[in-house]
Nanobody
Framework: QVQLVESGGGLVQAGGSLRLSCAAS????????MGWYRQAPGKQRELVAR???????DYVDSVKERSTISRDAAKNTVYLQMNSLRPEDTAVYYC??????????????????WGQGTQVTVSS
């Protein structure tokens, strides 16, 4: 199994910054990509940012100029630095990690794990 531990959410005023962290642990063999999604009340979950094992990044347009996603491969950890936060950034942010892990028999199998979510609230 793969476990994800998220941290860094909270309440911040508009214009402020937050740094989200997500550490993956377990029987991980390979991580293909790590990313952050968010879901606001009454809306569908959307991709915020993603980083591949080769360092390629992808952002939703609404955060592209204000955010940076990075990863520490040695720690299996992904970070999302968000600046100039806006009330519309308010949502539950979920970490997502995709890769391959070993099962109980030592076989390589794919995994796609989600964190429990961390609340980000931006006040106006």
């Amino acid at each position: 199994q793969v476990q994800l531990v998220e941290s860094g959410g909270g309440l911040v005023q508009a214009g402020g910054s937050l740094r989200l962290s997500c550490a993956a642990s377990g029987s991980i063999l390979i991580i293909n990509h790590m990313g952050w999604y968010r879901q606001a009340p009454g809306k569908q979950r959307e991709l915020v940012a993603r980083v591949t094992s080769s360092g390629l990044t992808d952002y939703v347009d609404s955060v592209k100029e204000r955010s940076t996603i990075s990863r520490d491969a040695a720690k299996n950890t992904v970070y999302l630095q968000m600046n100039s936060l806006r009330p519309e950034d308010t949502a539950v942010y979920y970490c997502n990690v995709h890769g391959r892990r070993s099962d109980a028999f030592g076989r390589s199998i794919p995994f796609n794990s989600w964190g429990q979510g961390t609340q980000v609230t931006v006040s106006s």
